[in-house]
Nanobody
Framework: QVQLQESGPGLVKPSQTLSLTCAVP??????????WSWVRQPPGKGLEWMGA???????YSGPSLKSRAYISRDASKNQFNLHLNSVTPEDTAVYYC????????????????????WGQGTQVTVSS
């Protein structure tokens, strides 16, 4: 089983931008039919899909975050990133990066049938 590796600040002040990086240790993020995504879990709540970037570089953001979040990548480093603007304490969560496999177009975006690689998660707290 391949484990992805998240990195970034553990503490961010309100109104700042949160930037996280996910390193992919095996394979290439440009390999056909995969998408690379970010998921978070606030304390006491379920998982929320935040966005993804496909193998071809097309990025999507979650519907509740569309104006604040975007996903980028650095193919030369085999990494992809999450940028979340104007954070508030409600953005406090454990953030995970994942790989989505078996991409298909659902009428709105390319999405994977399942997530088969996960990182261990990184705690991010938004507080002044």
């Amino acid at each position: 089983q391949v484990q992805l590796q998240e990195s970034g600040p553990g503490l961010v002040k309100p109104s700042q931008t949160l930037s996280l990086t996910c390193a992919v240790p095996v394979g290439s993020i440009t390999t056909n039919s995969y998408s690379w995504s970010w998921v978070r879990q606030p304390p006491g709540k379920g998982l929320e899909w935040m966005g993804a970037i496909t193998y071809s570089g097309v990025s999507y953001s979650g519907p509740s975050l569309k104006s604040r979040a975007y996903i980028s990548r650095d193919a030369s480093k085999n990494q992809f990133n999450l940028h979340l603007n104007s954070v508030t304490p409600e953005d406090t969560a454990v953030y995970y990066c994942t790989r989505e496999s078996n991409l298909y177009f659902n009428g709105d975006k390319w999405t994977g049938e399942y997530m088969d690689y996960w990182g261990q998660g990184t705690q991010v707290t938004v507080s002044s």
